[in-house]
């Protein structure tokens, strides 16, 4: 195993798209091996590096984690992205929960079939508006960031997410001003607006050709 950080799955977002915000934010460089064949897949699982026979699959510090949120832990801890004490460390995980929460929901429309598509696009959109925007409006009312008035890992999946739901709802975040400003600021981070320039290692919405990719590695899933 080399020293890089090594990142295992698909060309496209799904669970490890909130890895690369985090490593892109902490400044960590970072190599991609695409699944693009059911072989690559069967190689990993030969290979024993799949815990759970499951991807994202990270190699880091001589370890090959696996399940995304032990990777985002990791990364978040080595990093400085975890707060200064238990205390805020645990208000930290509510708050990134939540966004991965919500995260899923965007993520789960990939798979809807045709006829629930708009349904599911409905409950997004009220969930966003009426669960969780307010939360984080809330939460950066008195401070530019969500915990401890400095940068962690809810900020970063915070920004993530609400970039996912603007895709979706241009104008979901006009009655959440804080938010706005919120990410206006994230957006000028310098490390943050090298990921968002075209070319960096962030990912676009799914489409045909990454949902084919899928069924096809996956094989056993899509029977
Ligand atoms: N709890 C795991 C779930 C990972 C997961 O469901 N990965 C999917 C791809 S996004 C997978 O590898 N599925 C293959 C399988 O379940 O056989 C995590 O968050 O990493």
């Not at 975890?82 to 798979?111: C, F, H, P, Q, W």
């Not at 959440?176 to 290692?201: D, T, V």
Request: aromatic share 8%; net charge neutral; glycine share 6%.
């Amino acid at each position: 195993m080399s020293g890089k950080v090594v990142l295992h799955y698909f060309n496209g977002r799904g669970k490890m798209e909130s890895i690369r915000w985090l490593l892109a934010t902490a400044g960590v460089e970072f190599e991609e091996v695409f699944l693009t064949k059911r072989e690559h897949y069967d190689k990993l699982l030969n290979d024993g590096a799949l815990m759970f026979q499951q991807v994202p699959l990270v190699e880091i510090d001589g370890m090959q984690l696996v399940q995304t949120k032990a990777i985002l832990n990791y990364i978040a801890g080595k990093y400085n992205l975890y707060g200064k004490d238990l205390k805020e460390r645990a208000l930290i995980d509510m708050y990134s929960e939540g966004t991965l929460d919500l995260m899923e929901l965007i993520l789960l429309l990939a798979i809807a079939p045709p006829e629930d598509k708009q349904k599911q696009l409905s409950n997004i959109e009220q969930k966003a508006k009426e669960r969780f925007m307010p939360v984080f409006e809330k939460g950066l009312a008195n401070s530019d960031f969500l915990v401890g008035n400095q940068l962690s890992r809810a900020d970063v999946h915070l920004l993530e997410a609400t970039l996912m739901l603007q895709e979706l709802f241009p104008t979901i975040l006009s009655t959440f001003p804080k938010i706005q400003a919120f990410q206006e600021r994230m957006k000028a981070l310098p490390r943050i607006s090298k990921f968002l320039q075209p070319g960096s290692a962030r990912k676009s919405p799914p489409d045909e050709n990454l949902m084919k990719t899928v069924k096809e590695v996956f094989s056993h899933l899509f029977k």
